[in-house]
């Protein structure tokens, strides 16, 4: 069975400072993987994906992430932090080509502090 | 504008009351999916949609139910709504294949007393 560990329920970073989200995974087979974001009162909006390639993806708002496949890690990270980047992150995983479901993390908070 | 749309936003209803929350998306997808997000659990898979008339069980499919009899439309069905299913609700979408990421709708908050 495929899962998503997200290891810290909340991040707390002072404004300008680099961000970076944990998130570890367990998948047979080759991973994909996203991260989302999820604003206050709204839907999830993807911010970038790992499907095969470079280790370092480049996503949106300035987001990065590198995946390790050692490690079974995609950490989120941005190399300076925004207010306005306080939200609810998810990191997702689902099994290659072959995969249908799509198995979430528990999500991280992230608190930006002017 | 691309969307998926979910209606409604917010119901309270009780204990055994039949409801249905529409889903509708406008992007041509042949893949949707049900999610219920609870704190600290993330966001579980309800049911999933391959496309019109085929649907399959997510990790959670206990008490609902799904259709899709349209490729837009996947409503997702309480046939005698329970306090434990108080959640947050998202309907999701993806095209193409599944490297694709997913578009959600805004969400449906449900509460059940």
């Known amino acids: 069975a495929q899962s998503v560990a997200q290891p810290e329920d909340q991040v707390n970073v002072a404004e300008g400072n680099p961000l970076t989200v944990k998130c570890t995974y367990s998948v047979s087979g080759n991973p994909y993987l996203f991260w989302y974001v999820q604003y206050p009162n709204r839907g999830l909006q993807f911010l970038l994906k790992y499907i095969t390639g470079d280790n370092l993806v480049k996503g949106s708002y300035g987001f990065e992430a590198e995946f390790n496949k050692s490690q079974t890690s995609f950490h989120l990270k941005k190399p300076s932090a925004l207010v306005s980047d306080s939200a609810l992150y998810f990191c997702a995983v689902r099994e290659g080509a072959a995969g249908n479901k799509l198995t979430f993390g528990g999500g991280t908070r992230v608190l930006v502090k002017p | ?113």
């Open chain 2, 1 to 113: 504008e691309a969307q998926v749309t979910q209606n409604p936003r917010y119901l309270i209803t009780v204990t055994g009351k039949k409801l249905t929350v529409t889903c509708s998306q406008n992007m041509n997808h042949e893949y949707m999916s049900w999610y219920r997000q609870d704190p600290g659990l993330g966001l579980r898979q309800i049911y999933y949609s391959m496309n019109v008339e085929v649907t399959d069980k997510g990790d959670v499919p206990e008490g609902y139910k799904v259709s899709r009899k349209e490729k837009r439309n996947f409503p997702l069905i309480l046939e005698s709504p329970s306090p434990n299913q108080t959640s947050l609700y998202f309907c999701a979408s993806r095209g193409g294949g599944n490297y694709n990421e997913q578009f959600f709708g805004p969400g449906t908050r449900l509460t059940v007393l």
